[in-house]
T-cell receptor, first 115, second 111 residues
Framework: DTGVSQDPRHKITKRGQNVTFRCDPI?????LYWYRQTLGQGPEFLTY????????KSRLLSDRFSAERPKGSFSTLEIQRTEQGDSAMYLC?????????????FGQGTRLTVV | TQLLEQSPQFLSIQEGENLTVYCNSS?????LQWYRQEPGEGPVLLVT?????EVKKLKRLTFQFGDARKDSSLHITAAQPGDTGLYLC???????????FGSGTRLQVQP
């Protein structure tokens, strides 16, 4: 078990460009979460999948953001027409259905800088 | 909207001192987790508390869940420089599967 893996670790992009991040959860975990964290703040929830179904989306997830988990394994988060305000750490976490305590295990994150 | 407030926001202490970090909410949570995060890394799960009044110990760290399951505390005994980091509490309720995080307590332990 290698834990939750995120790629890339760092991304610098010009305003207006599209970016895509990937998350590979812990293999037996069927719940996957995306969070965003800005400097000095705790992580803010973006969206959540159970298997391939996207069950919840935050108001923070504007129409420029889209997330997929096509086969119920890895997930991608795409941001279209990036803005400077999108600069943040994007964190992925996974947990196991049937675990009542919603313990989530996080990846190392993707730090996005929009210039 | 559920909110978790952590205090203090920043704490700088000398090695060997004790400290307590608080996590408070007006909402009831079915469980509460504590995470530690280092710069540029993702949060690492330290402990989960589930039962009101529950106390869990992890070496020099003691975690307590309030009787009403609305608040929690983290106490560190004889802090060491390796304890330096951002401590985050996160709550889950039965209606949502996603965690709600506090804004964190940044701890600096000076040698």
């Amino acid at each position: 078990d290698t834990g939750v893996s995120q790629d890339p670790r760092h991304k610098i992009t010009k305003r207006g460009q599209n970016v895509t991040f990937r998350c590979d959860p812990i293999s037996e975990h069927n719940r996957l979460y995306w969070y965003r964290q800005t400097l000095g703040q705790g992580p803010e929830f973006l969206t959540y999948f159970q298997n391939e179904a996207q069950l919840e989306k935050s108001r923070l997830l504007s129409d420029r953001f889209s997330a997929e988990r096509p086969k119920g394994s890895f997930s991608t988060l795409e941001i279209q027409r990036t803005e400077q305000g999108d600069s943040a750490m994007y964190l992925c976490a996974s947990s196991f259905l049937g675990q009542a305590n919603t313990e989530a295990f996080f990846g190392q994150g993707t730090r996005l800088t929009v210039v | 909207t559920q909110l978790l407030e952590q205090s203090p926001q920043f704490l700088s202490i000398q090695e060997g001192e004790n400290l307590t970090v608080y996590c408070n909410s007006s909402s009831v949570f079915s469980s509460l987790q504590w995470y530690r995060q280092e710069p540029g890394e993702g949060p690492v799960l330290l402990v989960t508390v589930v039962t009101g009044g529950e106390v869990k110990k992890l070496k020099r760290l003691t975690f307590q869940f309030g009787d009403a399951r609305k608040d929690s505390s983290l106490h560190i005994t004889a802090a060491q420089p390796g304890d330096t980091g951002l401590y985050l509490c996160a709550g889950a309720d039965t209606g949502r599967r996603a965690l709600t995080f506090g804004s964190g307590t940044r701890l600096q332990v000076q040698p």
